[in-house]
T-cell receptor, first 109, second 115 residues
Framework: QEKVQQSPESLIVPEGAMSSLNCTFSNSASQSIWWYQQHPGKGPEALISIFSNGNKKEGRLTVYLNRASLHVSLHIRDSQPSDSAVYLCAVSMWGKLIFGQGTKLSIKP | GPKVLQIPSHQIIDMGQMVTLNCDPVSNHLYFYWYKQILGQQMEFLVNFYNGKVMEKSKLFKDQFSVERPDGSYFTLKIQPTALEDSAVYFC?????????????FGPGTRLTVL
């Protein structure tokens, strides 16, 4: 059974700084890894996904995947107050998403 | 972007009653999902559904649970009878395809409280 762990549980970052979130998974053969953003009272919304080892950049977001160490990270450059939300790491196993418990990110103006 | 709607947003029922949670998926999507999130815990996969059939279900998808999408209308999750441990937020999702590159679009959830 795939397990997904996220750290830290919560994070406070000054506006304009870099936010860094971590996720580990248990199965090196896991398929793609997704990062979702969830605001209070809303459903998760996909931000970025990665399949291959290495990094992927989209706008202010960069994600790094290392399958050997079973680790993926999300970095948000120039963090804004609107980035404050819960961030969910999810491993996709042929159409089924296995979620971590989330990291609550707060951006301090 | 594409929107998934869920009705109702909140539902309170007595233990043992039947409840139906409704999901209006994105119009051209073919794959549908339900996830369950108990307060303070991570979201967990319940079931996925394609072409009128359940494709995979987790151990959380008890015998009292059923899903259907009659005639392309709402995708529904029915629980009959309900139990106290069914209290949770239930999220519906849909995707245009299956596999690891297909983004799942989520609704805002239905908060179910079983008394």
């Amino acid at each position: 059974q795939e397990k997904v762990q996220q750290s830290p549980e919560s994070l406070i970052v000054p506006e304009g700084a870099m936010s860094s979130l971590n996720c580990t998974f248990s199965n090196s053969a896991s398929q793609s890894i997704w990062w979702y953003q969830q605001h209070p009272g809303k459903g998760p919304e996909a931000l970025i996904s990665i399949f291959s080892n290495g990094n992927k950049k989209e706008g202010r977001l960069t994600v790094y995947l290392n399958r050997a160490s079973l680790h993926v990270s999300l970095h948000i450059r120039d963090s804004q107050p609107s980035d404050s939300a819960v961030y969910l790491c999810a491993v996709s196993m042929w159409g089924k998403l296995i979620f971590g418990q989330g990291t609550k990110l707060s951006i301090k103006p | 972007g594409p929107k998934v709607l869920q009705i109702p947003s909140h539902q309170i029922i007595d233990m043992g009653q039947m409840v139906t949670l409704n999901c209006d998926p994105v119009s051209n999507h073919l794959y549908f999902y339900w996830y369950k999130q108990i307060l303070g815990q991570q979201m967990e996969f319940l079931v996925n559904f394609y072409n009128g059939k359940v494709m995979e279900k987790s151990k959380l998808f008890k015998d009292q649970f059923s899903v259907e999408r009659p005639d392309g209308s709402y995708f529904t999750l029915k629980i009959q009878p309900t139990a106290l441990e069914d209290s949770a937020v239930y999220f519906c999702a849909s995707s245009p395809g299956q596999g690891n590159y297909a983004e799942q679009f989520f609704g805002p959830g239905t908060r179910l409280t079983v008394l």
